[in-house]
């Protein structure tokens, strides 16, 4: 595996680390406070649910106008900032807010993001290396998606809301400077 491929599954994993992180801390605090936060769950995720409708199909055609580097290193300081602001938040019920809010932004940053992955791949990975690229991805971010949760529950639980989401800002940053240095041109921008 080259360099490059390195990173590349690096940063998806990392990325995949914050984002499963996010979700299952934001959704134990968010439940546990009782009866109202039951019901902000459920906007927390119908509002994640209808922007990737909305979104995911836009996406692709994004990626295919503009660099996908230059999106998901984008996507992933977003990522890095919303988490860190929302880290230094002082009150519970404007946290309940931010974390809602933050959570759409993520939702949009990972419609873009997505589909720019799966098509930067391709401009990365040598064609006679994509199925085992994607073959040993797959493998990998099923491992983290499953070990992931646990984590994410044993980190709220032990250290509070907080410090995870400063986790999370961390790990989004982390897939961006794996990302920021990958060091190869892309010739679809160009060619258009």
């Not at 994509?130 to 491992?143: A, H, K």
Request: charged content about 15%; some cysteine.
């Amino acid at each position: 595996m080259s360099k490059n491929e390195i990173k590349l599954i690096g940063s998806r994993v990392v990325n995949t680390v914050g984002n499963v992180m996010y979700d299952y801390g934001n959704s134990t605090w968010i439940a546990g406070l009782g009866a109202i936060g039951q019901k902000y769950l459920g906007y927390y995720q119908l509002a994640e649910n209808i922007i990737g409708l909305l979104l995911n199909p836009i996406g692709g055609a994004v990626a295919d106008r503009f660099k996908r580097r230059l999106i998901l290193m984008s996507t992933d300081l977003v990522g890095t900032l919303a988490c860190l602001i929302l880290a230094f938040t002082a009150n519970d019920s404007i946290m309940l807010y931010g974390l809602i809010a933050v959570n759409g932004i993520l939702a949009v940053s990972h419609a873009f993001s997505g589909t720019s992955f799966k098509s930067y791949v391709v401009t990365l990975v040598k064609e006679d290396r994509l199925v085992n690229f994607n073959s040993n991805l797959e493998v990998i971010t099923r491992i983290i998606e499953i070990s992931s949760p646990l984590l994410a529950f044993l980190f709220v639980d032990r250290f509070g809301l907080r410090p995870t989401l400063l986790l999370d800002s961390a790990t989004f940053f982390a897939s961006f400077l794996l990302l920021f240095s990958i060091r190869q041109e892309e010739l679809h921008v160009e060619n258009k």
